[in-house]
């Protein structure tokens, strides 16, 4: 088995023998428009692929808001303060006030028609807790001081 072997001057010989086929016309076309599309399918995965990842940070920080939301007590300061004054009308009258328990009831009723006409002009309701608010702690304080403070009792 003693094949020729092809080597570079054999196919340097031979080169002007063969015919060489002219290039098509349209080669340099198809190829810069094969190039064109190829940029435009990787522009596209890189925009559909920041698309993605957009959507998932935004679903995590929206889940993330969502729990931590979720995660908060949210206190009913109007149903603290109706609370508080069952409590209050539950004790009984102290024979004198004291002047912190006489400064919290006038402040109650300051409060109370802060509170009325919040309701009449339709105040928004981050408008009316801070008073719902303010109106339970003074009730929580009052019902300490008569809580400390001794009731005569009758023999």
């Known amino acids: 088995m003693n094949e020729h072997e092809l080597n570079f001057h054999d196919l340097a010989a031979g ?3 063969r015919a060489i086929e002219p290039l ?3 080669l340099w076309p198809r190829i810069a428009a094969a190039h064109v599309a190829r ?3 990787r522009r596209w995965r890189r925009v559909t692929t920041g698309g993605v990842a957009l959507a998932v940070i935004a679903a995590v920080v929206v889940s993330a808001f969502g729990w931590r939301h979720t995660a908060m007590p ?6 603290r303060a109706q609370a508080l004054e069952l409590q209050l009308d539950a004790l009984p009258l102290p ?3 004291a002047p912190m328990a006489r400064l919290a009831e006038s402040e109650i009723a300051n409060l109370d028609s802060s509170l009325q006409a919040a309701y009449d002009r339709g105040a928004a309701r981050h408008d009316i807790d ?3 608010q303010r109106r339970s702690e003074l009730l929580d304080a009052l019902l300490s ?5 001794p009731v005569p009792v009758r023999i």
């Not at 001081?145 to 403070?149: A, F, G, K, L, T």
């Open 145 to 149: 001081v008569r809580r400390q403070q």
């Open 130 to 132: 801070p008073l719902w």
């Open 15 to 17: 080169l002007p023998a």
């Open 74 to 79: 949210v206190t009913d300061w109007q149903a």
């Open 95 to 97: 024979a004198t006030s």
């Open 24 to 26: 098509p016309t349209d």
């Open 39 to 41: 940029r435009r399918q």
